[in-house]
T-cell receptor
Framework: EAGVVQSPRYKIIEKKQPVAFWCNPI?????LYWYGQNLGQGPELLIR????????DSQLPKDRFSAERLKGVDSTLKIQPAELGDSAVYLC??????????FGSGTQLSVL | KNEVEQSPQNLTAQEGEFITINCSYS?????LHWLQQHPGGGIVSLFM???GKKKHGRLIATINIQEKHSSLHITASHPRDSAVYIC???????????FGTGTRLQVTL
């Protein structure tokens, strides 16, 4: 069975450009998370979905970040416009409710 | 003070040594994860536990709910165990994970 799939693996953009990340969770996993992780730090939650509903987006910088999870399966995280401080690894994870977490390999974003 | 504290922050061990990484938390939890992250790699969930002890290969995880403490043990450590080990807890009734800052383990030959 495929794990959590994220793309792209790496992305380099100039500041003020838009960028989007895609996540395909494990089939049947109703809960999907997007995390941001800075070098040397633990992941920080950006948004959590239960099916198609965003149930916790309190840490998402809504002025520039947006996310969607159409039909409660795949999800997209977008940044527009990107800033230098957005350089980080963006991780997607999925689970069945509060069960074991499965992480994707992450997207490493560099904003120049 | 962070809700989830790990110790040590950095750990260097020689191959074959027994390793212990500790995690203490200050809030009520429903479950605790131990995660492993290799440099440049994604995160792998090693254990999810809410009581007692779990074992998988050379890895053992224990949790003491009353003392709000968990430990991850690695027996017969190997250089491929070199990674960052992260403790994360589910708090309250929401599926919200709070992460520790991680323990960076380096196992040398």
């Amino acid at each position: 069975e495929a794990g959590v799939v994220q793309s792209p693996r790496y992305k380099i953009i100039e500041k003020k450009q838009p960028v989007a990340f895609w996540c395909n969770p494990i089939s049947g996993h109703n809960t999907l998370y997007w995390y941001g992780q800075n070098l040397g730090q633990g992941p920080e939650l950006l948004i959590r979905y239960e099916n198609e509903e965003a149930v916790d987006d309190s840490q998402l910088p809504k002025d520039r970040f947006s996310a969607e999870r159409l039909k409660g399966v795949d999800s997209t995280l977008k940044i527009q416009p990107a800033e230098l401080g957005d350089s980080a690894v963006y991780l997607c994870a999925s689970s069945i409710s509060r069960g074991k977490l499965f992480f994707g390999s992450g997207t490493q974003l560099s904003v120049l | 003070k962070n809700e989830v504290e790990q110790s040590p922050q950095n750990l260097t061990a020689q191959e074959g040594e027994f390793i212990t990484i500790n995690c203490s938390y200050s809030v009520g939890i429903s479950a605790l994860h131990w995660l492993q992250q290799h440099p440049g790699g994604g995160i792998v969930s090693l254990f999810m536990l809410s009581s007692g002890k779990k074992k998988h290969g050379r890895l053992i995880a224990t949790i003491n709910i009353q003392e709000k403490h968990s430990s991850l043990h690695i027996t017969a450590s190997h250089p491929r165990d070199s990674a960052v080990y992260i403790c994360a807890v589910y708090t309250g009734t929401a599926s919200k994970l709070t992460f520790g800052t991680g323990t960076r383990l380096q196992v040398t030959l």
